[in-house]
């Protein structure tokens, strides 16, 4: 790996010129693509990605004092400094250092262990940030790899990831497992099926004769900082609560949406169906879900709704939950075809990328102006298929496409979006790239 040796030797002299001494070890983190299954992984259901070649690299030196002293390799990022012993993560200001915080204090708590001996960190990524390619949860995991070589202490692969998934949440945001799951679990050369409840994954081999190209729209989007993402969650979780209401299940038991259909064992064609009786496309005011559920909206904001969405005027639950439902039933398709690979595969691979993307954008309402003109851009020059990516209402899309028109698709992308707009300002490798399988987390020992 020509590419990460120079990184690691250039990390070296910084590490060298900051600290005055030189890292004992290195840990790298995966950021990752999510091919299909926007927005599901929270509601239960699998979904499809990949680990991209742009990691988070962190160069690491445990020292006999508690202080942990976090340095960035980008300017943009300050320096930051605090006591091991007592890690304080503030939700309303999502700094780039707390994200390591959130790794570090979830190996903390895992073990119960308080009086941790303190660390040098220089970290140094490539993900473009807030770019939907999950450059947040890569740092996470990254620190929680990070602490837990420290302490010699080992883990499965499995566990690390879910207990970075968890401790994500001390900054606020709701996510489901995906992010964390790819970046521990991932392999170079295949995407993987990821399960959840309990965590597994499966390689999913995709097509031979394309290649999955990434481009970003410029626009960036912080989860942590908006409501948008968490007020998603919500909705998630209240179409969950009606629909098991209508089907006189135990409601108040019910926090996702798989929960509901696997209960019922039905499929989820069939509850699409259940759907469409349950609830109506017009929006449901807080007062009106009080209504349908029998509790009052004291009960409704204490006990179901976080903090965070308490003030929300309406939820739109119908278009939320058939998102979640059609996407989820794209992700088997999807891997089904991979396993039968039949010879229209990329075409139809690419069909169900744009049906993904409709859904994000109609239903879910996760999509943007740029996003969206960025995904038309994509098919006009060439992509069987073209998909926002991450959260959305902003980073990147995703684009199936077949691997001899590669060239003049990047050259045409690049001059209808980037060049027309002077959005190249970003650097080009940031921008637009094509992208393989990568592998998972890995600890590197300093020869």
């Given at each position: 790996m020509p590419v990460l040796d120079d990184r690691?030797?250039?990390?070296k002299?910084?590490f060298?010129s900051?600290?005055?001494s030189?890292p ?6 995966p950021?990752r ?9 929270y ?10 070649e ?22 943009l990022?300050?320096d930051f400094?605090t ?10 200001k999502?700094?780039?250092h ?6 570090f204090?979830?190996i903390q708590?895992h073990?119960?262990?308080s009086?941790?001996?303190g660390?040098?960190c220089?970290v140094d ?6 770019s ?6 890569a740092?996470?995991c990254?620190?929680?790899l990070v602490?837990?070589t ?8 499995v566990?690390?990831?879910e207990?970075?998934?968890?401790s994500?949440r001390y900054i606020?945001t709701?996510?489901g ?13 295949t ?9 597994r994954a499966t390689?999913?081999k995709l097509?031979s004769?394309?290649v999955f190209v990434?481009?970003?729209?410029c626009?960036e989007?912080n989860?942590a900082?908006t409501?948008?993402f968490?007020v ?5 979780r209240?179409?969950?609560?009606l629909l ?5 299940l ?9 929960e509901?259909?696997?209960?019922l064992?039905v ?9 469409e009786?349950a609830?109506?496309p017009?929006?449901?005011s807080?007062e ?9 909206l004291?009960e409704l904001q204490?006990?179901i709704?976080s ?7 309406i939820f739109?639950l119908?278009?939320r939950a058939?998102?979640?439902y059609?996407?989820?039933a794209?992700?088997l398709?999807?891997?089904?075809i991979?396993e039968?690979a ?9 069909e169900?990328?744009n049906?993904s993307?409709?859904s ?5 309402e996760?999509s943007c102006?740029e996003?969206?003109?960025l995904v038309?851009?994509?098919?006009m020059?060439g ?5 926002l990516?991450?959260?959305?209402w ?14 003049s698709f990047?050259a045409?992308?690049r001059r209808?979006?980037?060049d027309?707009s ?7 490798k940031?921008?637009l790239f094509?992208?393989k ?5 890995l600890v590197f020992?300093e020869?």
């Amino acid at each position: 790996m020509p590419v990460l040796d120079d990184r690691l030797l250039k990390l070296k002299e910084m590490f060298h010129s900051k600290f005055g001494s030189i890292p004992k070890f290195y840990v790298r983190a995966p950021g990752r693509v999510n091919l299909i299954g926007e927005h599901i992984d929270y509601c239960g259901y699998s979904v499809l990605p990949m680990a991209v070649e742009q990691d988070m690299l962190i160069a690491v030196e445990p020292v006999k004092t508690h202080t942990l002293q976090l340095a960035n390799t980008n300017p943009l990022y300050p320096d930051f400094s605090t006591t091991a012993n007592d890690i304080q993560i503030d939700k309303t200001k999502p700094l780039w250092h707390n994200y390591f915080l959130c790794g570090f204090k979830g190996i903390q708590e895992h073990f119960g262990l308080s009086n941790l001996t303190g660390m040098n960190c220089l970290v140094d990524g490539n993900i473009p940030p807030s770019s939907g390619l999950s450059s947040s949860s890569a740092l996470v995991c990254c620190a929680g790899l990070v602490t837990l070589t420290v302490l010699g202490m080992s883990l499965s692969k499995v566990e690390l990831a879910e207990i970075c998934a968890k401790s994500e949440r001390y900054i606020g945001t709701e996510g489901g497992g995906m992010d964390q799951s790819i970046s521990f679990l991932a392999e170079e050369g295949t995407a993987k099926l990821i399960e959840f409840s309990p965590l597994r994954a499966t390689d999913v081999k995709l097509p031979s004769g394309a290649v999955f190209v990434i481009a970003n729209s410029c626009v960036e989007m912080n989860k942590a900082a908006t409501s948008h993402f968490n007020v998603r969650v919500m909705e998630c979780r209240l179409a969950a609560k009606l629909l098991a209401k209508y089907k006189e299940l135990q409601w108040d038991k019910v926090l996702r949406l798989e929960e509901v259909q696997t209960t019922l064992q039905v499929s989820l064609e069939e509850m699409l169906l259940i759907l469409e009786d349950a609830l109506h496309p017009e929006p449901y005011s807080p007062e009106e879900v009080c209504k349908c559920l029998g509790i009052s909206l004291q009960e409704l904001q204490t006990q179901i709704l976080s903090p965070n969405t308490q003030d929300v005027p309406i939820f739109k639950l119908y278009q939320r939950a058939k998102h979640v439902y059609s996407e989820a039933a794209r992700v088997l398709q999807f891997k089904k075809i991979c396993e039968e690979a039949p010879g229209n595969m990329v075409q139809l691979l690419g069909e169900l990328m744009n049906q993904s993307h409709v859904s994000c954008r109609d239903m879910y309402e996760c999509s943007c102006p740029e996003l969206d003109q960025l995904v038309d851009t994509c098919r006009m020059f060439g992509a069987e298929g073209s998909r926002l990516t991450g959260a959305g209402w902003g980073g990147c899309t995703v684009s199936i496409v077949p691997a001899d028109k590669l060239p003049s698709f990047l050259a045409s992308v690049r001059r209808a979006y980037y060049d027309r707009s002077g959005r190249s300002l970003a650097p080009e490798k940031q921008s637009l790239f094509a992208t393989k399988p990568g592998g998972g987390a890995l600890v590197f020992l300093e020869a």
